[in-house]
Every structure is written in C-alpha cells, then in structure tokens.
C-alpha cells in the first residue's frame, strides 16, 4: 500500500490559507490517531510529517499484535491505513520538515519548508528517531556541504556530485527532488534494501542520475572549508572515499525529535518532553504524545491511545471547556 502527500492536499480539502484550528507534527500511530478527532469534529486539521517511513512504526517490518488486525501487516501498511481514516475525516497530510516553532502566543507559528501555518492548537508526535551522536565532520561542515534538507539547498548543487545518506522515503524523496539539479547523486543506504514505498523504488532505479550503494555506513564527512568528500564502508568491502561536494544526511537514531522546538518546552534528562494526564504541555494550547514522551510505553497501540486522549483535551481547550488542574512543580 503506498501515500502520497503532496500541496494539492491542500486545496482539495478546501483550505486556501495556511491557518488551521489543529496543527499535528508527526504522522507515526500517535500523530496520525490525534488527526481523527479533531476533523471528525469539523476542526480544520493539519499533520505534517516527513513521510510514512520517517518513524518507529513506518519501518517495522511486521506486526502481528495491533488490536483489530488479524492478518500480519507491514508497519508502513498499517499507518497508511490509518491515515487514510483521519483523511476520509478531512485531515490533511502533508509531506514536509518542520524547522522551527513559535508556541507562546495564542495563535501558534509553525516553519516548514513548505511555508508558514498558524493553529490555534499544536500537537507534538515527532518520536523518538533523533540522531544523538553525528558521524565525523557532519557538525564542522553544516551549512558548508552538509545539509538535512535538499528542498532548501538543491539549487546550491547545480551540476555537482552529492551524497545522499539515508534508506527511509524522506531520503528517497530528497535524493529523487536533487537529480533535477545536480550531476550525479550518490545514495548510501544503510541497509540493503530500502525501507521506502515500491513506487520510490522503482522510479529512483530508473533514475540515471541515482546511484545506490546498498549496505553503506557512512564514516566521516571530509574537506577543507566545505565538503570535499564522504568516508564510507561498505559490506565486504574496506572504507572508501567518495568525492562529493554536499552530504544530505536522513540517518535516524533513537533520541526524542525536539531540536526544532528551540527550547520552548520543557524537557527530561533523557531529552523527552513532560506533560500531564491529558499530555499537555506547559504551554497553553501545546500537547506531546507518542514515543517523545517520558515514561512512554514503545507501542503502537500505546501511541494511537495516547493521540486519542490528547485530541478530545484539544477539542476541550479549543471551546474553552473546563480541563483537570495541573501541579506543574511535582
């Protein structure tokens, strides 16, 4: 089963502006979950979110103890599927990186590189895929060859060679968006098949000017003021150099994806975000639910009930009904 998101979501659900009353970060089980409520209750709904194989569930190969499904699915079948309901609803998806946040005011900014959206309630469920550690040279060339998003930066690339790092659709995305720009695109999969929908597949082997390196652990990113080249080894093979000019990096890790939050929400030790019983966080109009959480429980299940619970406290802060008081000091 594949999805596609793309802007013409946008104007087929009827939205001609980018204000909404319920903006989601996040398409994983949690995300995608809180989106049903909200638009089944005629809120205008907004999930934005890297793509279906950007998280936790996405990637999962096999599921066989989600509740209601008898059959073995995919995790990236299984979110489809429950994508699809919350846009039979009237959600919107829509396949973009958010880079930076305003959640103070009343009316809450969200950046991506897509364009700007308001919402008068935002609902983080970003998970926990974040990179804590960088290979080699990746923080010392970043916005010198390095970059997390080859929608910003293609046009600086014209007519060179560029690696692509990652086997998710975003990477697959991004790697097929930079072949109309540059020379040649080198992808360093991880893995030796990709974790990416049939169709992104397909369409990046037909691509002349994709290369795929299958199995590859990217070791360093090298150069002298800007990038250079990448280091990298792959399966039965020693550690090589590829000279290449930009390195656009879609690796995912284990850590709670808060960097784009700029500090507004307060966080854990490990990095995680705190909220209360209905997931809210200190900030009025602001929820955090799914594997970013502190305390939270690894599961699929877990993460669409936790969307659920923070969608019905949105609909309550949003017409202004009567919530459970909060001790923000315990």
């Known amino acids: 089963m594949s999805f596609d998101f793309n802007l013409n979501a946008l104007d087929n659900a009827g939205a001609n502006t980018n204000d909404y009353d319920v903006v989601i970060i996040g398409g994983g089980p949690a995300g995608a979950t809180a989106a049903l409520y909200p638009a089944r209750a005629e809120l205008r709904t907004l999930v934005i979110d890297k793509g279906l194989t950007a998280g936790a569930l996405g990637i999962t190969g096999k599921i066989a103890n989600y509740p209601g499904i008898l059959e073995p699915i995919s995790g990236a079948d299984l979110l489809a599927r429950m994508r699809e309901q919350a846009e039979s609803f009237g959600a919107v998806f829509l396949q973009d990186k958010v880079q930076g946040v305003d959640l103070t005011g009343e009316s809450k900014q969200i950046f991506a590189n897509s364009g700007n959206y308001t919402a008068r309630a935002v609902i983080v469920a970003t998970g926990s895929m974040g990179r804590g550690q960088r290979v080699k040279g990746e923080d010392e060339f970043l916005g ?144 955090a639910v799914g594997d970013i959480l502190c305390h939270h429980v690894k599961q699929a299940v877990v993460a669409a009930a936790e969307g659920a619970v923070a969608a019905m406290a949105v609909d309550k802060y949003i017409h202004g009904r009567k919530q459970l008081a909060v001790d923000w000091a315990k």
Do not use: M, W
């Open 144 to 287: 010198r060859g390095v970059s997390y998003c080859a929608t910003c930066d293609a046009a600086f690339f014209q007519g060179q060679d560029v690696a692509v790092v990652g086997n998710s659709d975003e990477a697959l995305e991004e790697a097929l968006f930079l072949t109309r720009f540059v020379r040649q695109v080198h992808l360093l999969s991880p893995t030796p098949e990709l974790k990416a929908p049939a169709a992104l597949v397909t369409e990046a082997a037909a691509n002349p000017k994709l290369a795929l390196y299958p199995g590859t652990a990217l070791r360093a990113v090298v150069g002298n003021g800007h990038v250079q080249g990448v280091r990298y080894a792959q399966r039965g093979a020693g550690e090589q150099t590829l000279p290449v000019t930009g390195a656009f990096i879609y690796l995912q890790g284990g850590k709670p994806i808060t960097d784009f939050l700029g500090g507004q929400l307060p966080v854990g030790e490990t990095g995680c975000v705190l909220v209360d019983a209905e997931y809210r966080t200190q900030l009025p109009g602001v929820f």
